[in-house]
């Protein structure tokens, strides 16, 4: 059992990326939701256009020390406006918003692509499902801040990207962070994790996930339970806006409801009918783009393009 328990912490927090041709799995497939394939096609086509802009390249450092990669985006309109797009879990910057990062460009903002540790250019052995990730993208909005004072910053998390948005809501963020935007993010890291256990590796989840996560503080020093999507929700001080499929069978859509019970400020859910695993935008695109953008320049009303 060890040796099933090492090699399931390795899938889930070491550094691993998706195949862009290989074959879908059936089992992927249903776990994803409706049209998976379908969703990839999108994804990737998409991704060429979004990588054929210019763009400049970026790099800081975590607080631990390692590189982290980023893709900045300037808006030709000279916009104040710039969304950060954190992407979910063994990913990277241009697959995880190859369309809406176009859209965010089409309606006048900057954008900055990150790569999150272990995943895409990023140094790093091991993701830490947004323990560590929630301060390195705080890292990237104070390089913005310094770089522009005068702008205004949307962050904008899918999957673990958005957990992690969720969970820097208890952070000092700057001012100008004025807006946050969760996609399909879990609420609880342990419960998605036995969730991700039950439904992936077809093993109940108390029989491994105490060496599981025995293995991660191993590798890390951290545990799961250090920080809460939820409790950091509770804290928020900015609008935030949640999102989910209603067909997720990876991350549920229960999870949103949760977080936007929780959140104290102005807020909004919406939920993508027909949608599963990060493709409320692909399923949904005409409504998903009306509210996103609606409860933007609702909160931005003011502020400089």
Same mark, same amino acid.
């Given at each position: ?22 074959? =879908? ?21 998409? %991704?060429?256009? +979004? ?11 975590? &607080? ?10 300037? *808006? ?15 990913? *990277?910057?241009?697959?995880? @918003? ?6 965010? =460009? ?21 993701? !830490? ?8 993208? +705080?890292?990237?909005?104070? @390089?913005?801040?310094? %770089? ?11 999957? /673990? ?26 609420? *609880? ?30 590798? !890390? ?24 499929? !209603? ?7 229960? *999870?949103?409801?949760? /977080? @936007? ?11 993508? &009918? ?14 998903? &783009? ?16």
């Amino acid at each position: 059992m060890c040796m099933i328990s090492h090699a399931v912490a390795v899938k889930i927090f070491g550094r691993h990326v998706h195949s862009d041709h290989g074959e =879908i799995s059936p089992s992927l497939d249903r776990l994803m939701g409706p049209d998976f394939s379908g969703y990839l096609k999108h994804r990737d086509a998409h %991704r060429k256009i +979004l990588e054929s802009l210019k763009f400049e390249h970026l790099s800081i450092q975590a &607080e631990d020390g390692i590189k982290l990669a980023g893709y900045y985006y300037a *808006n030709p309109l000279n916009s104040k406006r710039t969304a950060v797009l954190v992407h979910g879990h063994s990913s *990277n910057g241009f697959e995880g @918003y190859a369309a809406v990062g176009l859209k965010y =460009i089409d309606h006048g903002y900057n954008i900055l692509l990150v790569d999150n540790r272990a995943c895409g250019n990023s140094e790093g052995k091991w993701c !830490t499902f947004g323990i560590l990730e929630r301060s390195d993208t +705080l890292k990237w909005v104070e @390089y913005l801040v310094q %770089r522009d004072p005068d702008c205004s910053i949307v962050l904008h998390g899918t999957s /673990l990207g958005g957990a992690c948005v969720c969970m820097m809501m208890d952070l000092n963020l700057p001012s100008q962070v004025k807006a946050a935007v969760s996609d399909c993010a879990f609420s *609880n890291i342990r419960k998605q994790l036995e969730y991700m256990i039950r439904v992936t590796a077809h093993i109940p989840p108390g029989l491994i996930l105490p060496e599981v996560l025995a293995w991660f503080h191993h590798w !890390t020093d951290l545990s799961v339970d250090s920080c809460s999507p939820l409790e950091s929700v509770r804290q928020s001080r900015i609008p935030m806006m949640f999102i989910h499929g !209603t067909l997720d069978h990876y991350v549920p859509m229960e *999870n949103a409801k949760v /977080l @936007y019970e929780a959140c104290p400020t102005r807020k909004q859910l919406l939920l993508i &009918e027909g949608a599963g695993h990060a493709a409320s935008h692909y399923i949904g695109k005409e409504t998903y &783009e009306l509210e996103l953008l609606q409860f933007l320049n609702q909160t931005l009303k003011g502020e400089q393009l």
